[in-house]
């Protein structure tokens, strides 16, 4: 019996220790981070970003110092720009006019509320529409909802893949 006493002491010191719940802010943080660099309406790669920074700094930047911290936010920027990036090249490569952009960046908040088969297909089909508004060309239309739809997804693949290395970068500062 006095074994469960102390087990259940020591549990009861960990849920009232302020350290552990600011450890748990930060990886609520940092997985709600993850789901969104999917989901366009939320802010990912800043959520995982902010994170990390609260766990480095609830541990007084000890075992996360200033070298892990600078290229995870390296890490950060580039997971922006290849975000940003990916969009307007695929759209521009086939001739996307502003219209099938804006198509595009409506489907892609429609598609949050439509599951993730929406979340897929909705950014072409604005595309698609906001391109047949502004040229009338089905063909072209087609091309240009393509391509930008590629370049979304490519985006996302990419931001998918600099978030994860950002937590691995974190992971491994703290425990090496």
Do not use: C
């Not at 390296?74 to 922006?80: F, G, M």
């Not at 595309?127 to 060309?137: K, P, Q, S, T």
């Not at 240009?144 to 997804?153: N, R, Y």
């Amino acid at each position: 019996m006095p074994a469960l006493h102390k087990a259940s002491g020591l549990m009861e010191n960990l849920l009232t220790s302020p350290q552990t719940w600011w450890w748990l802010l930060s990886v609520v943080l940092i997985v709600v981070g993850v789901a969104g660099t999917i989901l366009p309406a939320l802010p990912g790669t800043f959520l995982v970003l902010a994170g990390v920074y609260l766990g480095a700094w609830i541990d007084d930047f000890q075992r996360v110092g200033a070298w892990p911290l600078v290229i995870i936010t390296v890490l950060a920027i580039l997971a922006w720009a290849s975000d940003f990036l990916s969009t307007v090249l695929g759209a521009k490569k086939a001739g996307a006019s502003g219209l099938a952009m804006l198509g595009a960046t409506i489907g892609t908040v429609l598609g949050i509320f439509t599951g993730l088969v929406g979340l897929i297909f909705m950014p072409l089909l604005g595309a698609i529409v906001g391109e047949l508004i502004a040229r009338r060309d089905a063909m072209h239309a087609g091309r240009v909802g393509l391509a930008t739809w590629i370049g979304l997804i490519v985006g996302t693949l990419v931001k998918l893949v600099l978030t994860f290395m950002m937590i691995g970068v974190f992971v491994f500062a703290l425990i090496v």
